[in-house]
């Protein structure tokens, strides 16, 4: 039976809902695909819930291609298999906790790494169990402090989530490379634009790791590609090291009055007017350190500073930042932090090989060994200029934190990079053994000797991409869906007053689902035309059949909802036109 | 493509595992079905999943027969709209309650009547836009105090929730019948056994409420039939008041002495001794009224004291108490209880026209005006005789929860009742306009006045019927499931060591696939034919197929798991007898 319009629940809307920012958000909203419960929290309408199911149906196709097998987890798990992996802390304040009746600790699961490895460890013992690849799609819940732009960034949302276990290294990545396959073919399928990006394993721990970005200005990732085919997540580029440089023959640090400099530019300008360099060119900012103070909060809620020395020409990238010090929280020390510790001179903090007390030193990739700086001298109003790495100060550590710009060359070799934003649809991991070895998953390997299973961890946002997939499908009168996961194949409007009009729209719903095409009929007969093609166009179903004034010469219109092309076509042949 | 043991996620247990306690459970763990993850909290494994994924095809296939639109809410919810109707507190220890980040309560819904109501109040505003009928199958969460029977009584399980709207109680009762209808068709096509109680609307609110229960010796329900045709869980039993009977020319009430009465039959046996009663015959039990003091804990934490007076040849049936005094949880008044209140005296408690001071006092509908008792005296050791209700004593009210007995008339004259178990697989209510009322649920009627909308709530135990199913078809070696929801059409087990005997399965699994049957192919080549027919019995697809050595005469053997027949046909022949 096709849906009808005239006891569809739906109520479209032609004002945009004051919570949402973007397109996508708006235009689901408006045309009815869902409704907000809470932030970050959505419900979902039978069209919706429609597109959902064909999202779903594609993933787990693919998944079987890829020999994974489906199983469904909880959401409400208890607290023991995540303390023993530590994540019940690492996850901090974006993991929903809460109590049973008799104070057991329980979260919300974010993503199941442990349950998947106590199930195989359940249930198998042997190498000839392995390989296996399991998934589920489920509901996953993270408490993010900013849930954002609907179901691009929701709290509780879906999730394709696999996993695969394998008796050695060879298997995991024979097993990665058929989930990543199948990421392809899902994203294809869908008509998702994406790219595959190195990542950062960060939190999830692990060793290699893609995610595939689909790009969009609304992204919240920022990505980089060089013309050689590199792309990586910005938080995932490693600044490769110069080489480094001879000491021998540098010219001994001075320390030089400098007062009123507040900003890189200004030491620049006072160094340029007061310091000639030996080689006889300007200086730069590039030429400069300067020495931030981040504080770090630990998952356990425990504040503490870092101070990274940085090339004077860049800034922090704060995500670059969260992946260096992850699992910490990253923020800029404050006024707070700082009058705790006189001894960081604020304006003139310089170097300080071993750190202050109970402040680390790093130092940026590019301060290799021989290269010379001007950087704060640790004391009011100085700076101290061709202060060199290796000679005059050292450090506990490399943090590669500054940020990455456009022209900076590729990590391997493949010329600049270009930057672009992008919202994360798939990533995909090589675990490795630290799920395993936390919760001792082995088996018995073939010489009867028990060895860790290794792992990999495989997820997409199922509903994230329907998001993904309306903001790249829309335009200022509504969505336009690829047809892999439009609502219905064909939306036919029946357009004006007269009986046969809603009979013939009727005759041609039922043949186009004799024909295995779902059909939404919009048969509502005290709503005008102009109500039902803006709908018609809200709704966003790609192929539109308009029934109305031309059934007098046997004609109805094709409309074509991307293109807006219109054309009469007989109605005997419209039946085979659309099929 | 056919399941593969050789390859299927499973794994057969030969013991029963220790956490189970019913057959279904132990059969579901041992047979690869599901998981514990917690109490009351289980994994699907891919059998299970498969199982799951039939019965919710049949429940949405009739939902939409009904004309029930599938939409799917949150489990996740704010607290705001339970706040309105009472049931965050309400619900006590039952809700799974949790905070965010920013210390916002939030729940883990039991059910969704809160959300449904605020959706259509958020959608519709005119009597032209009901009747409206919604559905979920979505994932639920109660905090159960005894989680029980594995899917039976679990912490988080899956429902059907479907609620109707109407604008008036023609409309409901037409929803409601639509719902009952559906329900009927839905436990006929799965194959389970059910009858139709009337229930207690308890507190849900609402006035009409039916339950489907699945008689079973396990279950949790007790209700009541009659050869009339009246069927009621005990709860929802009303005990017919009997007529009133003249208080002119009963004889005076008098106190005896009662020492060493310490039951009901001493008391009797007492009465008898030393007492003759005017009309010449026994006393019995049931000339007797004792007192019993109960505690009620309200929602909010909230413990109080009721008296209730019923005839000592019955005991207080808990559940009847429950729904009685429902949202308050009920126990026994305890020691300490009794010490804060020396006016009950103990064993010698009586009744108390107006209660004591914060005690009301209730009485059974048996007790009605001219009735006359043996009751306690409110003093030590003294029994009073021939107390009679309207004369020598009131109450505050009714309250039946003394328990039903086997051979009590059924309320609607229909005969005897007689006395069953059963497990509750769905619940139909009559809501009312309690929710719509609480959330401000109004339509414009016809003559554009505000009306407010009249519902009913709908439930169906997905995961519970999986269990109910399993439990109602067994037997010592394993399931037997109905066709209907069977994880495969056919099972086929490749017996032997043979190359051309996997190769026989092989074909045989591709045809029937070919002709749309789902297979499970046992194709282990290291595993003995008696435990690939243990694992088939435990399995409990009801037609399985064997090739093994009659392939060398061209045979096959059918096997039907439920009569055990087994019968060798041609292999030809095989194909058309399965089909």
């Given at each position: 039976?096709?849906?009808?319009?005239?006891n569809l629940f739906l109520r479209t809307l032609?004002?945009?809902?004051?919570?949402?920012?973007?397109?996508?958000?708006?235009?689901?909203?408006?045309?009815?695909?869902?409704?907000?419960?809470?932030?970050?929290?959505?419900?979902?309408?039978?069209?919706?819930?429609?597109?959902?199911?064909?999202?779903?149906?594609?993933?787990?196709?693919?998944?079987?291609?890829?020999?994974?097998?489906?199983?469904?987890?909880?959401?409400?798990?208890?607290?023991?298999?995540?303390?023993?992996?530590?994540?019940?802390?690492?996850?901090?304040?974006?993991?929903?906790?809460?109590?049973?009746?008799?104070?057991?600790?329980?979260?919300?699961?974010?993503?199941?790494?442990?349950?998947?490895?106590?199930?195989?460890?359940?249930?198998?013992?042997?190498?000839?169990?392995?390989?296996?690849?399991?998934?589920?799609?489920?509901?996953?819940?993270?408490?993010?402090?900013?849930?954002?732009?609907?179901?691009?960034?929701?709290?509780?949302?879906?999730?394709?989530?696999?996993?695969?276990?394998?008796?050695?290294?060879?298997?995991?990545?024979?097993?990665?490379?058929?989930?990543?396959?199948?990421?392809?073919?899902?994203?294809?399928?869908?008509?998702?634009?994406?790219?595959?990006?190195?990542?950062?394993?960060?939190?999830?721990?692990?060793?290699?790791?893609?995610?595939?970005?689909?790009?969009?200005?609304?992204?919240?990732?920022?990505?980089?590609?060089?013309?050689?085919?590199?792309?990586?997540?910005?938080?995932?580029?490693?600044?490769?090291?110069?080489?480094?440089?001879?000491?021998?023959?540098?010219?001994?640090?001075?320390?030089?009055?400098?007062?009123?400099?507040?900003?890189?530019?200004?030491?620049?300008?006072?160094?340029?007017?007061?310091?000639?360099?030996?080689?006889?060119?300007?200086?730069?900012?590039?030429?400069?350190?300067?020495?931030?103070?981040?504080?770090?909060?630990?998952?356990?809620?425990?504040?503490?500073?870092?101070?990274?020395?940085?090339?004077?020409?860049?800034?922090?990238?704060?995500?670059?930042?969260?992946?260096?010090?992850?699992?910490?929280?990253?923020?800029?020390?404050?006024?707070?932090?700082f009058a705790k510790h006189p001894e960081l001179?604020?304006?003139?903090?310089?170097?300080?090989?071993?750190?202050?007390?109970?402040?680390?030193?790093?130092?940026?990739?590019?301060?290799?060994?021989?290269?010379?700086?001007?950087?704060?001298?640790?004391?009011?109003?100085?700076?101290?200029?061709?202060?060199?790495?290796?000679?005059?100060?050292?450090?506990?550590?490399?943090?590669?934190?500054?940020?990455?710009?456009?022209?900076?060359?590729?990590?391997?070799?493949?010329?600049?990079?270009?930057?672009?934003?992008?919202?994360?649809?798939?990533?995909?991991?090589?675990?490795?053994?630290?799920?395993?070895?936390?919760?001792?998953?082995?088996?018995?390997?073939?010489?009867?000797?028990?060895?860790?299973?290794?792992?990999?961890?495989?997820?997409?946002?199922?509903?994230?991409?329907?998001?993904?997939?309306?903001?790249?499908?829309?335009?200022?009168?509504?969505?336009?869906?690829?047809?892999?996961?439009?609502?219905?194949?064909?939306?036919?409007?029946?357009?004006?007053?007269?009986?046969?009009?809603?009979?013939?729209?009727?005759?041609?719903?039922?043949?186009?689902?004799?024909?295995?095409?779902?059909?939404?009929?919009?048969?509502?007969?005290?709503?005008?035309?102009?109500?039902?093609?803006?709908?018609?166009?809200?709704?966003?179903?790609?192929?539109?059949?308009?029934?109305?004034?031309?059934?007098?010469?046997?004609?109805?219109?094709?409309?074509?909802?991307?293109?807006g092309e219109r054309r009469a076509v007989g109605?005997?042949?419209?039946?085979?036109?659309?099929?």
């Amino acid at each position: 039976m096709p849906i009808r319009l005239s006891n569809l629940f739906l109520r479209t809307l032609r004002e945009d809902p004051a919570e949402a920012e973007v397109e996508s958000h708006k235009l689901l909203l408006r045309a009815g695909y869902i409704r907000r419960a809470a932030p970050g929290v959505y419900t979902w309408l039978p069209l919706g819930l429609a597109v959902k199911a064909k999202v779903e149906k594609i993933v787990r196709e693919e998944m079987a291609n890829a020999g994974a097998q489906e199983v469904f987890f909880p959401a409400l798990l208890p607290r023991e298999p995540f303390e023993v992996t530590g994540r019940w802390t690492e996850y901090g304040d974006n993991l929903f906790r809460l109590q049973d009746r008799k104070k057991a600790d329980y979260l919300l699961a974010p993503t199941h790494e442990e349950m998947f490895t106590l199930l195989v460890k359940d249930l198998y013992s042997s190498y000839k169990d392995l390989p296996v690849c399991l998934y589920q799609i489920q509901n996953k819940y993270r408490d993010e402090a900013r849930p954002r732009a609907g179901l691009l960034r929701g709290r509780e949302f879906v999730m394709k989530d696999a996993y695969s276990f394998d008796i050695d290294d060879e298997g995991l990545k024979r097993a990665y490379q058929a989930q990543r396959d199948a990421y392809e073919r899902i994203f294809t399928r869908l008509g998702v634009d994406y790219v595959i990006v190195k990542a950062d394993a960060g939190a999830m721990g692990g060793s290699a790791s893609e995610e595939f970005l689909s790009p969009s200005p609304i992204g919240e990732d920022t990505f980089v590609r060089s013309p050689g085919g590199y792309a990586a997540n910005v938080e995932a580029v490693v600044t490769p090291a110069p080489a480094a440089l001879p000491i021998e023959g540098q010219p001994a640090a001075v320390v030089h009055d400098s007062a009123n400099t507040p900003t890189i530019a200004t030491l620049v300008a006072l160094a340029n007017a007061n310091v000639k360099r030996a080689d006889g060119r300007d200086w730069t900012a590039a030429d400069t350190l300067k020495n931030v103070v981040l504080a770090l909060t630990s998952p356990e809620g425990k504040r503490s500073l870092v101070m990274v020395g940085v090339p004077g020409d860049r800034e922090v990238d704060a995500k670059r930042a969260e992946a260096a010090f992850a699992p910490n929280e990253v923020e800029q020390a404050t006024e707070e932090d700082f009058a705790k510790h006189p001894e960081l001179v604020k304006g003139y903090i310089g170097p300080k090989t071993g750190g202050f007390a109970g402040i680390k030193y790093f130092v940026d990739p590019r301060v290799v060994e021989g290269t010379a700086w001007i950087t704060g001298a640790n004391e009011k109003e100085k700076h101290v200029f061709d202060y060199v790495y290796g000679r005059d100060f050292e450090a506990d550590g490399i943090k590669d934190i500054a940020e990455v710009r456009a022209g900076d060359p590729a990590p391997d070799g493949s010329g600049p990079l270009e930057l672009a934003r992008g919202i994360e649809i798939g990533h995909v991991f090589q675990l490795g053994r630290k799920y395993a070895e936390a919760l001792d998953l082995k088996v018995l390997d073939e010489n009867g000797k028990l060895v860790t299973v290794t792992m990999g961890s495989y997820g997409i946002g199922v509903t994230r991409i329907i998001a993904v997939l309306a903001e790249a499908n829309h335009d200022e009168k509504g969505l336009i869906w690829p047809e892999s996961v439009s609502p219905a194949d064909v939306y036919i409007v029946a357009a004006g007053k007269d009986e046969h009009i809603y009979e013939a729209a009727e005759k041609l719903a039922a043949e186009l689902e004799a024909k295995g095409k779902t059909v939404i009929l919009d048969d509502r007969q005290k709503v005008s035309p102009g109500v039902k093609f803006s709908d018609a166009e809200l709704i966003g179903v790609p192929h539109i059949v308009i029934c109305g004034r031309g059934l007098e010469n046997g004609e109805v219109d094709l409309w074509d909802r991307r293109s807006g092309e219109r054309r009469a076509v007989g109605l005997d042949s419209a039946l085979q036109e659309i099929i």
